[in-house]
């Protein structure tokens, strides 16, 4: 967490304790100094060594060349110092700017999710309300719509609770016992409705019945844009695989594709807040990912696939083996935080 008032020490320190006016006046006078007493000894010496005007004249030529040979490496070695120390701080003052970067996305992706999950509620209300109407007055063959539409509803209800999980990076979600086998082949199902996904060649390599304990609805939205991502890889007519593999004290999810691939330079951006690659995208698509992840103890990971594209692996730990809670973000008081180091900069 950044804390505004050590950072503002930090920026500020070396500008206290360096005087330039008074360093610049210091080196002068000693350049002076040892000036005169070259310009004296050298000359001294030169007077005894002469016997000749040619001998003054060559011992004068050699006083001036070794006279402007030192200054030359003393002048060298004091720009050498000085540009290395204020490299140093500038590659010091550019990390820590790459922080308080990455601290103020983190907490904007929070409070964005925030506000989208509580407008989701909103409209969720309204839709419920609105359900409710439908199955008072529409006839009885209507019931089996009418009970897709609360299943969408719910499912709504889920979205708009991992939206505040991830802002917040706590387990809000009960934790359930599963078949993790069986819930990726309903999201797989569900996902080969979506636009983006229905022409892909989708291909499951499932394994045999898995017991898994975690947030089941997280994984299956973590799985839903892994899909949609390979979907955008591929533009929406490639080929892609999922495969589900057990690891030590847990799984790991991957989903194959055939696309362009993600530039290893660009792989850890590829999971931060609010980046994205995409004219219309947000950068929030793999954000359920991160917060997967952190649910159950685990990682993301990009690397390169048999296919020719990427690769995306989600490795979970099985929460029948883990007993800790996971660790909490408190996202308010690091926008907090970040507020406070904007406005002290403003204010410099």
């Not at 000036?35 to 004296?40: C, E, N, P, S, T």
């Not at 844009?225 to 999922?242: Q, V």
């Not at 362009?260 to 994205?276: A, C, H, N, Q, W």
């Amino acid at each position: 967490m950044i804390n505004n008032q050590h950072l503002h020490d930090m920026y500020t320190h070396d500008s206290l304790n360096i005087k330039p006016y008074k360093i610049a006046a210091v080196v002068a006078v000693i350049y002076l100094l040892l000036g005169i007493a070259y310009i004296y000894v050298s000359g001294r010496t030169v007077h005894i060594l002469s016997q000749t005007s040619f001998d003054l004249v060559k011992y004068e030529l050699y006083k001036g060349v070794g006279y402007f040979a030192v200054s030359s490496l003393a002048l060298f070695m004091l720009c050498l110092w000085f540009l290395k120390k204020a490299q140093a701080r500038e590659q010091s003052l550019a990390e820590h700017r790459s922080m308080m970067i990455a601290a103020d996305r983190k907490a904007m992706a929070g409070v964005f999710a925030s506000s989208v999950a509580h407008d989701m509620n909103n409209v969720i209300m309204i839709m419920d309300y609105a359900t409710d109407e439908l199955d008072n007055s529409c006839p009885s063959e209507c019931n089996k719509d009418i009970r897709s539409i609360r299943r969408g509803v719910s499912d709504l209800k889920t979205l708009a609770d991992t939206l505040r999980s991830v802002s917040r990076y706590d387990n809000l979600q009960s934790i359930e016992n599963f078949d993790l086998v069986e819930e990726i082949h309903k999201t797989i199902e569900m996902a080969r409705l979506h636009q983006k996904l229905k022409f892909c060649e989708i291909t499951y390599d499932s394994k045999k019945k898995i017991l898994f304990r975690g947030q089941p609805s997280l994984i299956n939205q973590s799985i839903l844009n892994m899909l949609l991502n390979a979907g955008d890889a591929t533009h929406y007519r490639g080929n892609i695989l999922i495969s589900l593999e057990e690891d030590a004290g847990g799984v790991v999810i991957k989903v194959h594709d055939n696309g362009v691939g993600i530039e290893e330079s660009k792989r850890d951006l590829v999971m931060e807040p609010l980046y994205t690659t995409k004219i219309d995208g947000s950068g929030l698509g793999l954000l359920s990912l991160q917060a997967c992840a952190k649910v159950h103890h685990g990682s993301t990971q990009i690397t390169d696939s048999h296919l020719g594209g990427a690769c995306i692996e989600l490795h979970l730990q099985n929460l029948f083996t883990e007993t800790p809670e996971p660790p909490q973000m408190d996202m308010n008081s690091e926008m907090s935080n970040v507020t406070s180091v904007v406005n002290s900069e403003d204010h410099d």
